[in-house]
């Protein structure tokens, strides 16, 4: 069964439409300037106007230059006829044959047993007689054409006649597809986009099999609606799912405005439910510099990850949330309207909060009126809705007074007074309307100081230090009649001292004339705070320290951490750390690993992640994937890669452990056409 598949898909690979044919001609593009000939033996013709050269001629105008036994060329006309052991080079083109007729100012000509080479897409074509018959017009007789550098390539096309329209079509009669010299399939004809554009058709076909969606078979066809607007549709079989159909768009509007939609449905089984998934994405701008961001996802079903996912951000999915915006700047003050949907993909609960609308006007720090005195405002307003229980609408203004001092030129001293009004109007579950209002107070005392060296005559290296002292207080007030819905509801009492150290070593680099390159190459910072209210022990008024840190020293060489630190319990509470090493050869490690201690007071975890790329072992490239979940003692998902690269083709498999499923995909791609099948297809096929 699994064999009557793959050969389906490769039947159906002949009768696809690839996204376009090589925009380049077999001919090299035409040259200005003057022309240099030399050769052995060179002689003029007055009567016809035509020199001719013999032996080891070469000849030469511009970018564009022939080599041949021998050669008549016509300098009124600029026509040219080459016989014996020809090659006409271009930029990046060659062409060789036994007889080429060519006019170095239209660019027309053909060549008789001939053999083409186009280097920005490593494309091999001959034929007995290649024939360039206009700009864009080219036929081809007896041909073939392959990305393979072989005299016996490993695949090729072969046709009777190619008739191609650079901009238009290829038609193709008498379509043969050849492995390894062995004729494989026959299409009588084939037509197929020779677009430098984006163009219409049929993309390659997968196959697969998964242990969650059994086998699988999907099909796409790519739309180009217009310059701005393309879209593709699926038809997936999923022998233990369904019937899928899936439809991407994607869209480019005036200057900013783009995005993509996404759609996809399962006609299930019997007894099974149907399923579909929902999700768009957009940035732009609306008339009136109104900002519109839209980032929503909705599944019918909580499952449908479970059974699409392919990787372990995807599959493990707790809620989805979309959200759309509207935003609107003047200055110093900005609008934001808001609205947020959750959707609860491990309980079916109607309880699940939702924000319909949220609409917030801020006012960053400004100077009040040339005092000395500067002002900063910030308000909400959010309708909170749930399907049952409180629903209530909040109202929270708070502005600010800041004074900003320079101390001895040298400390940076800001006190800031505040106050938080909120007000709340319940439904009938709640009490009807609450009110409180409380102030808050904290001053900030920092500083800056830095060095510069000089690393060379283009290289300037800054040490910058930033310690910082911030001290706050909340005064102790009663919030517990107030109805609770997100951690602004209840302002916590706090009166604290929070300091802090940062280094940053940036580099800075001028190369070839142009713009500097700035480069953080190291980033560290140590945070602490200190508890003036707590009580007991001293130790217990300390906070965890927590270290961040950030080293690029080397542009193959990048790690980056975050930890808390409980000096009086004298162990880690959180770690997360990520380290990468990588050359320009396609090896790369990166090990990653985040913890959390139950003594955090929130969920606790541990997991490790470490992807590994080898190139070592050229032409067969390794990858492998493994994640995994210390608290529960288990591979959450280990994937391996094993691909053999050819020069014109590749062979890729991927094994696929994850606790509930297990796949196996083979992708065999050709160079220059792309992968013609696939086991363990995605959703959708995206």
Not at 349 to 366: G, Y
Request: glycine share 8%; net charge negative; aromatic share 12%.
């Amino acid at each position: 069964m699994q064999f009557r598949l793959i050969w389906i898909t490769f039947v159906v690979l002949l009768l696809v439409l690839p996204e376009r044919l090589p925009a380049a001609g077999l001919f090299p593009e035409t040259a200005s300037g003057p022309v240099e000939l030399e050769a052995d033996q060179l002689s003029f013709d007055e009567q016809s106007g035509r020199y001719l050269a013999r032996g080891n001629v070469r000849l030469k105008r511009g970018a564009l230059q022939l080599t041949s036994d021998e050669l008549w060329w016509n300098r009124a006309s600029d026509d040219l006829e080459a016989r014996g052991n020809v090659v006409l080079d271009g930029e990046q083109d060659r062409l060789v044959g036994d007889r080429v007729r060519y006019n170095l100012t239209s660019g027309t000509g053909l060549v008789e047993e001939g053999q083409a080479f186009l280097g920005e897409q490593n494309l091999f074509v001959s034929g007995s007689r290649i024939e360039k018959r206009g700009e864009a017009e080219y036929r081809i007789i007896d041909g073939s054409f392959t990305t393979c550098e072989a005299d016996n390539p490993s695949w090729k096309f072969s046709a009777k006649q190619l008739d191609v329209t650079v901009g238009g079509y290829a038609r193709a009669r008498h379509t043969v597809f050849y492995l390894k010299g062995v004729p494989s399939f026959y299409l009588p004809y084939l037509l197929y986009p020779a677009k430098t554009e984006r163009e219409s058709g049929l993309l390659m076909p997968r196959v697969g099999y998964s242990d969650k969606r059994g086998m699988e078979f999907s099909a796409a066809y790519y739309q180009v609606i217009s310059r701005n607007q393309d879209a593709t549709l699926y038809l997936d079989y999923l022998s233990e799912l369904g019937v899928g159909k899936g439809l991407e768009y994607r869209y480019v509007f005036g200057r900013d405005n783009a995005g993509q939609a996404h759609g996809y449905h399962i006609d299930a089984e019997e007894g099974e439910e149907n399923q579909y998934a929902l999700a768009w994405e957009h940035q732009g701008t609306l008339p009136g510099r109104v900002r519109l961001s839209v980032d929503g996802e909705y599944v019918s079903e909580r499952d449908f990850f479970d059974d699409f996912g392919e990787e372990a951000d995807d599959y493990n999915k707790a809620q989805t949330v979309s959200e759309l915006s509207l935003s609107r700047s003047w200055g110093v003050y900005n609008l934001v309207g808001q609205l947020r949907y959750t959707e609860n993909l491990q309980v079916d609960t109607p309880s699940t909060l939702q924000w319909l609308p949220r609409v917030s006007l801020d006012a960053v720090r400004h100077q009040v009126a040339g005092s000395p005195f500067y002002f900063a405002f910030a308000s909400e307003y959010t309708y909170f809705w749930r399907e049952e229980g409180l629903k209530a609408q909040r109202l929270s203004v708070r502005p600010a007074l800041l004074l900003p001092m320079k101390l001895w030129k040298t400390l940076d001293l800001v006190p800031e007074l505040g106050w938080t009004e909120r007000h709340y109007w319940t439904s009938s579950e709640g009490s009807g309307h609450e009110q409180q209002g409380l102030y808050d107070f904290s001053t900030r005392l920092s500083s800056r100081f830095y060095r510069i060296y000089s690393r060379g005559v283009e290289t300037k290296v800054r040490h910058l230090l930033e310690p910082e002292l911030i001290y706050i207080y909340v005064p102790d007030v009663d919030q517990e009649d107030l109805p609770e819905f997100d951690r602004n509801d209840r302002i916590e009492e706090s009166h604290r001292v929070e300091y802090g150290l940062t280094q940053r070593v940036t580099t800075r680099s001028q190369t070839g004339g142009g713009r500097p390159e700035y480069r953080d190459q190291f980033f560290f910072r140590l945070s602490q705070s200190y508890d003036l209210n707590e009580d007991g022990d001293i130790g217990e008024r300390f906070s965890p320290l927590r270290g961040q840190l950030a080293f690029d020293p080397f542009r193959y060489f990048q790690l980056a951490a975050d930890s808390r630190y409980d000096l009086d319990l004298g162990r880690w509470l959180e770690y997360s750390g990520a380290g990468t090493v990588h050359d320009q050869r396609g090896n790369r490690l990166q090990l990653e690993y985040r913890s959390r201690r139950p003594e955090a007071l929130v969920d606790e975890f541990d997991y490790g992640s470490l992807d590994l790329d080898l190139a070592w072992l050229k032409p067969v490239y390794l990858g492998y994937r493994n994640r995994y979940d210390f608290v529960a003692e288990e591979q959450l998902e280990q994937v391996l890669d094993v691909e053999y690269r050819h020069q014109c083709w590749s062979l890729l498999l991927t094994f696929r452990e994850r606790e509930d499923d297990q796949s196996v995909m083979v992708s065999f791609s050709l160079g220059g056409i792309g992968t013609v099948g696939s086991l363990g297809a995605d959703m959708g096929g995206s």
